[in-house]
C-alpha cells in the first residue's frame, strides 16, 4: 500500500499556507463544533514513520480546535500496571465521551509494532484479528474512527531527523528512544505495509499521508478529517433518528433450548452441604493464594433469574477469599455517565488486576437480555452483542484471566415462593420491587432470550454454567466446584 | 493513648461466638443496609499491628456484610504512577459512592510510618496536619469516617506470628515483607502512640481495640461499627432534611474589595502583541521541556467573567505545548456521578502526572461563587471552601506542581459589548446562551463574591492574577507571561 503514497506530492507554497491557515482550520473547527453538537464521539490515530514530523501535524491541527474538546494521548504513556491488563483495556478506558476527541499519536498499532521488534513481552501482545474486531466495535458502536499513516522516504526520514535534533538539542525528551527505526528502512517497510494491508479495512480505512512536505501532509491530513468527520456526522444523525424511530422485529431463526432440560430436583442434605461447603471454601482459598502468585486472574459473571440466589451465592464465593483480593460489581441500568460510553465500557473498566477475583453481579449479558425485551436496544445492535461479547471474552482469556459465567436457573413456582417469602419478612422486604413482578410476567421472552443467549456464547474459553438452583445448597455448592475445578485445570495447564 | 487498651479483656468464650454469630453480625448488616438506605458513604481504616490479625477481623466482618456494598483497599496496592501525584490523590479518587463502603487495610496511615521508618522516600510524605484536615474534609463533607487501631502486645504480636507462618507456609503474600517490626517493638510503640494521639480528633476519633485476644477484637470492631454507623446515619438523615430545608443567610463580615482598583484601560498594540506572542509561546515551549524532564507538573486554574477571554487566553497556552503534555479540562454543573463525591473528587482525579500541565477552564472556585450565589450549597458548606480549597492547593504545590490562579475582569459595558457580538455572529452564537445573561444579571452579587474569594484564597504558594481583559491582547499577554515568570521562578529554585 505504500507505494501508491505520492512523495512527491507539492503544491503551490503560498496557496498552500494560505488554505491551510484561512480555509481548512476554520473548516476544522467547524468539523469539531459538529460532532460536538451532534454528540458524535471521535477517535483519531496517528501512526506513521519516526521522524514524520507527526507532531508537528498534530501540533497545527491544535490551534484549530478547541482544546476543552479533545485529548491527545500516546500508548508509550501507558502505565505498568495497564500493560498487564488484556491489551484493549486502557484504550476501552479512554474512550471519547459523546461530542469529544480522543487522539492517539501511537495507538495499539504502536504496541503491535513494539511487539513485533522485540519480539519478547508477551503481556502486549494482540494480532491484527484482534485489532480489526476491536475497530469493528468502535465503528459498529458509532464512534467516529479515522487512521491516517504518515509515509516519508528514507531520505527525508534522515533529513526530518537531523532537523530535529538541530531544534530541540540534547533537552528533548527520552520517549523518542524507545524503539528504533534507524537502519531499518526496508524491514520497516516490509512490516508497515503488512500492517496497512491487514487492518485496511471497510468500516476503519487507512488514510495514506504524503509526509515529504510537511505542508503537503498537513494539507491531506487537514481535508481528510474535515471529510471524515462531516461524512461520519451525517451518518450518526441518520442512525440516532433511525434508533428515536427504530421498530424493534425480532426475527430468531434457530430455536435454542437449554433450560428445559435442566434437573430442577438436584438437592443436597443440610449437613452434607455444611461439610462440603467448609471443605470447599478452604479449598478455593488456597487456590486463590497460587493463584495471586501466578497472577493469574478470575472474572465470575453471575446471572439469573430474580430470586434465583445470585447473592447468596456470591457470598459464599466471598467469604472464602481475601477481602484485599476480590472486588463485586453490581450492575443495574446504566447511569448518565455510563450512558455516555460504548456498552462494553463499564465493564471492562473493571477488569481484575493480576492475581484478583472480579465477580459480576449482573453483566454484559443485559445487552441481549433485558435491552433485547424491553427493546431498549434496537435489533441490530444487541443481535451483534453475541460475537461482541465473544471477542471481549476471549481477550480476556488470552491475558491470563478465567472467565465462567453461571446461570442460576429455578422454576416459576420457585421464584414465585421466594417472592412470596420475602415479601413477608420485614428483613428481606428491601429485595423485591415492582420491576421484579414486571420481569416475571414476562418469563416466557426471557427463556427465549437466555436460551439464545447461552447456544451463541457458551464458548470453550469461556463457558456457561447452568446452575440448578431450586436448592440454594446444591447451587452454592455447584458454583465453588465449579470454580476450584476451573481454577486447578488452568494453574495445572500453567 | 495505648497503655489505656485493656489487653486482658477476656469475656466468656461460648457466650462471645454466640453474640458476634448470631446478634452482632445481624446488627453489622442492619447498619450497612441503614447506610445504604440513607446514602450515607462510609470510610474505615484499619491500622494496627503487624501480625494483629486485623485480616482475620476484617474476614469475619464481611461474612455479615453485602459484598457488593464495600471495597477493601491497602495503600501498599497504589500503584508507583499514584505514588507521584500529590499524596492524597489515590485516596480522593477512591471515595466511596453514596450508600458504598470504602475499608482501608492500611490506608493514609501506613504510608505515614513507612516514611518514618525508612525516611528516605519523599514522594510518600505527608503530615499529621495534612492527615487531620483530610479527615476534617471527609467528615465536614458527610462521609461516616471509623478509625480502628488494633493494638496487641508483645508476647501476643509473636505467636500471632509463628501461627500465621505455619498455617500459610510459604505460599502467603510477598507483601508481609514491605516492612519490618521485628526486634523493634519499643521503637513502634512511640511512633504508634504519637500518631494516635496526634491524629485523635473531635471529628475522627481513634477506635483502640485491645487485640491480644481475637475473640474480644471481633466483639470490639463489630460493636464500635454497630454504633458508629448508626449514630452517623442519624446525624446524615438531619443533615440531608436540614439541607432540603436550609435557608441561606449571608453574613460577609469583613469587606473585601480587589476588583475596583483593576486598572482595565490597560492595552497593547497588535503589531506588538503578534511580536511578543510569538516570543512568549517560544519561551514557554522550552521551559515546558524543561519542566517535563525535572518532573515539575503545571496547574493553571481560569476563572472570570462570562465573555472575558478565558477560552483565547487558553487556546495561547494550549499553542505553545506540546498536545502530548497538557490536558484542558472544563467544568460546568456536576453530572450524576460527580454530585454522588466530594465536591473537589472531581477536581483531584484531574491533578497532572509529572511534567505535564493541566488547565481548568471554571474551577474548584465554582464552590464560593455560583454555589454561593445560586444558593445550591449551604452558607455553612460553601464558607467552610476557603479553607479546604487552600489546603488541597497546599497539598498540590508541596508535590512538585506549580499551581496559578486567573481571574479574567472585565467591566460590565465590555461584556455586554462581547454578548451583543456573539449574538450577531452566527459562527460565535454557540458561545452565548440564556444562563450567561442570567449571570450578568447578579452582577454586584459576583463581584462580592469574587473580592471575598480571591482576598481568602490569594495565597503565597498558589496565587491569584487578576488580568486585566478588556483588551485581550494585553490579557493574552499576561497570562502568558505570568505562567514564564512563575516556572522560571521554580526551576531556578528546583
Not at 65 to 69: I, L, N, Q, S
Not at 84 to 87: A, N, Q, S
Not at 209 to 212: E, K, P, Q, R, Y
Given at each position: 500500500m505504500l507505494k501508491k503514497v505520492n512523495l512527491d506530492a507539492k503544491l503551490k507554497k503560498s496557496e498552500l499556507k494560505k488554505l491551510l491557515d484561512e480555509k481548512l482550520g476554520y473548516e476544522l473547527g467547524k468539523a469539531q463544533r459538529a460532532a460536538r453538537d451532534a454528540g458524535m464521539p471521535v477517535i483519531m490515530v496517528f501512526e506513521g514513520w519516526?521522524?514524520?514530523r507527526r507532531s508537528e501535524i498534530l501540533g497545527k491541527m491544535m490551534q484549530f480546535?478547541?482544546?476543552?474538546?479533545f485529548h491527545v494521548y500516546t500508548s508509550?504513556?501507558?502505565t505498568e500496571e495497564e500493560r498487564?491488563?488484556?491489551?484493549f483495556t486502557p484504550f476501552w478506558k479512554r474512550l471519547p465521551a459523546p461530542g469529544h476527541m480522543a487522539i492517539y499519536r501511537h495507538s495499539w498499532y504502536y504496541l503491535k509494532n513494539d511487539m513485533e521488534v522485540k519480539?519478547?513481552?508477551?503481556?502486549?501482545n494482540t494480532t491484527f484479528d484482534h485489532i480489526n474486531a476491536f475497530e469493528k466495535q468502535l465503528t459498529d458502536g458509532h464512534y467516529c474512527l479515522l487512521k491516517f499513516f504518515v509515509h516519508v522516504s528514507e531520505k527525508q526520514q534522515e533529513k526530518n531527523k537531523k532537523n530535529i535534533i538541530k531544534e530541540t538539542g540534547k533537552a528533548w525528551k527520552p520517549i523518542h528512544e524507545i524503539y528504533s527505526e534507524e537502519d531499518q528502512y526496508d524491514k520497516f517497510y516490509k512490516r508497515y505495509n503488512e500492517m496497512l494491508k491487514a487492518t485496511d479495512t471497510e468500516y476503519a480505512p487507512w488514510n495514506l499521508?504524503?509526509?515529504?512536505d510537511v505542508d503537503v501532509a498537513e494539507y491531506e491530513v487537514f481535508n481528510a478529517i474535515v471529510d471524515g468527520i462531516n461524512k461520519a456526522v451525517k451518518a450518526f444523525t441518520t442512525y440516532k433518528e433511525a434508533q428515536r424511530l427504530s421498530t424493534n422485529v425480532s426475527d430468531s431463526k434457530r430455536k435454542y433450548d437449554v433450560l428445559s432440560k435442566v434437573d430442577l430436583s438436584k438437592n443436597i442434605a443440610k449437613d452434607e452441604y455444611k461439610a462440603k461447603l467448609a471443605e470447599y471454601q478452604k479449598r478455593l482459598r488456597e487456590l486463590q493464594v497460587e493463584a495471586f502468585n501466578k497472577g493469574i486472574s478470575t472474572i465470575l459473571a453471575f446471572e439469573g433469574w430474580d430470586a434465583g440466589g445470585k447473592g447468596g451465592a456470591i457470598k459464599r464465593v466471598t467469604e472464602a477469599l481475601d477481602p484485599l483480593d476480590f472486588s463485586v460489581h453490581p450492575y443495574s441500568a446504566p447511569n448518565q455517565v455510563e450512558r455516555m460510553f460504548h456498552y462494553l465500557w463499564r465493564f471492562w473498566i473493571n477488569v481484575p488486576e493480576p492475581g484478583q477475583f472480579a465477580l459480576f453481579d449482573r453483566t454484559w449479558y443485559g445487552r441481549v437480555m433485558v435491552e433485547r425485551i424491553e427493546k431498549i436496544t434496537p435489533d441490530v445492535d444487541w443481535r451483534r452483542g453475541y460475537d461482541e461479547i465473544n471477542e471481549m471474552e476471549k481477550e480476556w482469556t488470552e491475558a491470563n484471566i478465567v472467565v465462567l459465567k453461571f446461570w442460576l436457573q429455578i422454576d416459576k413456582d420457585e421464584q414465585a415462593r421466594r417472592f412470596k417469602e420475602r415479601e413477608n419478612n420485614p428483613e428481606k422486604l428491601w429485595k423485591i420491587t415492582d420491576e421484579d413482578w414486571r420481569n416475571r410476567a414476562k418469563w416466557g421472552e426471557y427463556e427465549d432470550a437466555v436460551n439464545e443467549m447461552i447456544g451463541r456464547t457458551n464458548t470453550d474459553y469461556a463457558p456457561w454454567i447452568i446452575v440448578e438452583a431450586n436448592s440454594k445448597y446444591y447451587a452454592r455448592l455447584k458454583v465453588l466446584k465449579s470454580i476450584i475445578d476451573a481454577l486447578e485445570k488452568k494453574l495445572k495447564d500453567k
Open positions: 519516526r521522524n514524520s480546535m478547541d482544546a476543552r474538546g508509550s504513556r501507558i498487564k491488563l488484556p491489551f519480539n519478547e513481552e508477551k503481556s502486549v499521508i504524503s509526509g515529504d
